[in-house]
């Protein structure tokens, strides 16, 4: 039998950290979610509630939190572009300081510890497909930079809180992950053709649609940290985790007006600044250390999205508020 352990998941009522949040309680731990709802809603959670073993805490993680746990998933940061250049200092406090406080929670607790990094460490990437290997090629001082480099002093702290302070760390590099719950209006490209097709309003390509993404279901994804943070001591990361097919954002386009049998057309758009030209990731360590690889095809994955998009109220879903 596994043991039962206390849990938190920063980020936990977003669209990864409720799913997280979701099979962990499934498996019988005690989960703590914590979350500002800058991004997300409480609707992502509600049906946890009942659960004796759930608990809800609303918190920011820029401020120190004392809990006492064994395991830390540190998904807390706006996600989509549009989010975190809300207020992107925020942002950046928020991958930094949070880290420094949770990091030091782990510290005292003897916690294990998974960042929640990105493929965005990467930048526009020169080296294709990427492997955890290549050191990205990051703009510093351009829009996405809040949140790109944000997320690399985040994985600086971790390695480093783990080569000085024995932090047992991990740190996964997740690649663009789609599924049900994602917010309609977060901006990012699958939430936005979906909407846009089922309300039969034109799909925004930006630029001529050649630019290239690696699209993950959220189960895949949320299967891979699970396995990541429960995997061998010895391999620590960074992981990529991200499903390697490889598509241009106008192949996305066409999918979704064929999946959904929308009469919306395509129009282009400008592409926004420093948006990265080809993203792909090298799947090899995990794979290899943590026997994961992901199983939905994308066709499959993006049905299940467009059903879900067809159940809920776009209307209900707010823009993100400080
Ligand atoms: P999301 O926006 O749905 O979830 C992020 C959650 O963090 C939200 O619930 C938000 O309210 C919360 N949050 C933001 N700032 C906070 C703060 N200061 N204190 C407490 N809570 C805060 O996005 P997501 O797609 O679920 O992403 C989850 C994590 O995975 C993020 O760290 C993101 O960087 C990482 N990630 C996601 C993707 C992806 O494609 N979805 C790709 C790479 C990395
Ligand atoms: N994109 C697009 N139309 C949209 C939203 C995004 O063409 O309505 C493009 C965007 O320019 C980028 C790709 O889709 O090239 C992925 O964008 P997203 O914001 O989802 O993720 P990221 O750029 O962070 O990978």
Not at 13 to 23: D, I, K
Not at 185 to 205: C, K, L, P
Request: with cysteine; glycine share 8%; proline share 7%.
């Amino acid at each position: 039998m596994s043991t039962i352990k206390r849990i938190l998941v920063t980020g936990g009522a977003g669209f990864l950290g409720s799913h997280l949040c979701e099979r962990l309680v499934e498996q019988g731990h005690d989960v703590i979610c914590v979350d500002n709802f800058f991004t997300s809603q409480k609707s992502n959670v509600v049906h946890l509630l009942d659960h004796a073993n759930f608990e809800l805490v609303r918190h920011d993680v820029t401020h120190p939190l004392w809990l006492e746990v064994d395991e830390v998933y540190n998904l807390a940061c706006p996600a989509a572009p549009g989010h975190y250049q809300y207020n992107p200092i925020k942002t950046m406090k928020t991958s930094v300081m949070g880290s420094i406080n949770l990091l030091g929670m782990a510290k005292r607790c003897r916690a294990k510890i998974l960042q929640a990094s990105t493929s965005e460490v990467y930048g526009d990437p020169q080296v294709h497909p990427q492997p955890e290997s290549y050191r990205g090629s990051v703009n510093p001082i351009g829009p996405r930079a809040c949140y790109d480099e944000g997320k690399r002093a985040a994985e600086t702290l971790f390695m480093d809180y783990h080569r000085h302070n024995r932090v047992n760390v991990r740190i996964v590099r997740i690649f663009n992950t789609y599924g049900p719950r994602m917010h309609p209006y977060d901006g990012r490209v699958v939430s936005n053709f979906i909407r846009q097709a089922i309300a039969g309003e034109n799909i925004t390509v930006f630029g001529d649609g050649d630019q290239t993404r690696s699209f993950c279901y959220r189960d895949d994804l949320v299967e891979g940290i699970i396995r990541m943070m429960n995997g061998p001591d010895e391999f620590i990361g960074p992981v990529n985790i991200g499903n390697p097919g490889e598509f241009t954002i106008l192949e996305l386009a066409e999918k979704v007006i064929e999946l959904t049998g929308s009469k919306s057309k395509i129009i282009h758009q400008p592409l926004p600044a420093d948006d990265p030209t080809q993203r792909q990731p090298v799947i090899d360590l995990a794979k290899k250390h943590l026997d994961w690889e992901p199983k939905i095809a994308l066709a499959e994955g993006l049905e299940k999205t467009i059903a879900w998009f067809k159940t809920i109220d776009v209307n209900e879903y707010r823009a993100p508020t400080p």
